[in-house]
């Protein structure tokens, strides 16, 4: 019998945030966590608990799950009388795409319905007009519990039927955010080498990041279109460019691990006659 609007599945940080954000809209909310420490403050803040994941599953047409990784994903959907009968199931749990497509036919073998999400965002930075969080799964589920996933983000982005889509695009999401840190942090060695404030160079950082976006958003297109004539920037400049950051590295004494890499990639493309073509055409060199 179903005695709230929606179960959350996953009281970590991120599950916590969801909710606490589902119940200061309104909803009546269930939970289920592995540690009944956890369970045990929700219940204090106004949530209902379910002894199981069947009773969770049962309680409420929503169930959204938001655990640690693919193998507790495949451990709560394999939990005896766990089922949805006409519920909805939203993932949104970082897992891989070979988990969403799993949880999309466990959601079908169970007569139910199924999203996976993707969010790109911190707990503190959940609920406000521009979350981040991509969504995919059937387009008719896509509308109906859009509402409720507007609870969680406004800054939603649906992405089609395959419900891998949302983990594969967070996958390459994942890939800009980490060449950026690892980046990021070469920069500061060079700012540090220097006696240059760091602080600083992360807030310039920041003011550059708006421009930068917008780039990387055109030379995205570049690429979808396939054609590489110069629109922006020539790829010979990055060439030079990176090989002037491997030079600098070497010259102080500092880590060449990340310039080596980059400055070999956009060498490896001049080489290959991509020298006056646009930026992106770096990818005929990495597919």
Same mark, same amino acid.
């Not at 999401?173 to 980046?183: F, K, R």
């Given at each position: 019998m179903q005695t709230s609007d929606v179960t959350v599945v996953g009281l970590g940080a991120m599950g916590v945030t969801i909710a606490g954000l589902f119940r200061a809209n309104g909803m009546r909310v269930t939970v289920w966590n592995r540690s009944a420490t956890r369970v045990a403050e929700e219940v204090a803040r106004g949530a209902l608990a379910a002894p199981d994941v069947a009773s969770a599953f049962a309680a409420s047409p929503v169930i959204v799950m938001c655990v640690s990784n693919d193998d507790a994903v495949d451990t709560i959907l394999a939990a005896p009388g766990a089922t949805l009968a006409g519920r909805t199931l939203i993932q949104l749990t970082t897992i891989s795409p070979e988990s969403a497509r799993r949880g999309a036919r466990w959601a079908r073998e169970h007569d139910g319905h199924f999203l996976a999400g993707a969010i790109q965002a911190a707990p503190s930075q959940m609920g406000h007009p521009d979350t981040p969080v991509l969504v995919s799964g059937d387009r008719a589920t896509w509308d109906a519990q859009r509402a409720l996933l507007e609870t969680l983000a406004g800054g939603l982005v649906y992405l089609g039927d395959d419900p891998a889509a949302a983990a594969? #695009?967070? =996958?390459?999401? =994942?890939?800009?955010?980490?060449?950026? #840190?690892?980046?990021?942090?070469?920069?500061?060695?060079?700012?540090?080498?220097?006696? =240059?404030?760091v602080a600083t160079y992360g807030r310039i950082v920041r003011d550059i990041g708006p421009s930068f976006g917008a780039f990387f958003q055109h030379e995205g297109a570049v690429i979808q279109s396939g054609d590489f004539t110069v629109s922006e920037s020539p790829l010979r400049i990055s060439v030079d460019a990176t090989a002037r950051l491997l030079e600098t590295a070497r010259a102080s004494g500092l880590s060449t691990e990340f310039p080596a890499l980059a400055a070999g990639i956009f060498a490896r493309a001049a080489r290959a006659g991509l020298a006056d073509r646009e930026a992106a055409a770096i990818i005929e060199v990495m597919r």
């Open positions: 594969t #695009m967070d =996958l390459a999401t =994942l890939s800009w955010v980490y060449g950026a #840190m690892i980046g990021f942090v070469h920069g500061a060695t060079i700012a540090q080498k220097e006696g =240059l404030d």
